[in-house]
């Protein structure tokens, strides 16, 4: 099949240009998906973390993510005026902000799980089902081995 596939071999055998190209391809697809829900990928990652975490100080989720502050603004921006998530000033520190999940911040994540679920099924198709799984696992310590953010607040 590799003979075929147009992609010269010594370009197949380098894994960093595989992972990159599958990647791009994953998030392209996830994308297409996630944009019908008017959701970008940001916009998953502050909905996940205040589902998984509870609410949150402004300051803590960006840095919990990794995301910019002007930037975490734009999404929070967007989430907010869609009601999926609400910003009030924390009453331990006015000058705070306390983010939360809404009711339709939860109903977005089950369209984010089913869009991600169809995205795998679609990008991961030649993999048998143990195959799946061990391949997210390969690449969840792969990134948990590199990342760089600081430990949780």
């Known amino acids: 099949m590799d003979e075929n596939s147009g992609w010269p071999p010594r370009l197949l055998a380098i894994t960093t240009f595989l992972l990159s190209k599958t990647g791009r391809l994953a998030r392209a697809r996830l994308g297409d998906r996630l944009a019908r829900e008017q ?19 402004q300051r803590d989720l960006g840095t919990r993510l990794g995301i910019d502050p002007s930037d975490l ?50 990008v991961l198709a030649p993999l048998s089902a ?16 590199h990342d760089t953010r600081p430990s949780a607040p």
């Open 39 to 57: 959701l970008r990928l940001w916009h998953v990652a502050v909905l996940t973390a205040l589902a998984d975490f509870g609410p949150a100080i």
């Open 73 to 122: 603004v734009a999404v929070l921006d967007d989430l907010e005026s869609a009601g999926r998530v609400t910003r009030r000033r924390d009453p331990a520190d006015r000058r705070r902000w306390l983010i939360s999940l809404t009711p339709a911040g939860e109903s977005a994540l089950a369209a984010v799980d089913r869009a991600a679920e169809e995205t795998h099924d679609e």
């Open 130 to 145: 143990a195959e799946r799984d061990l391949l997210h696992d390969l690449l969840r310590r792969v990134l948990l081995h």
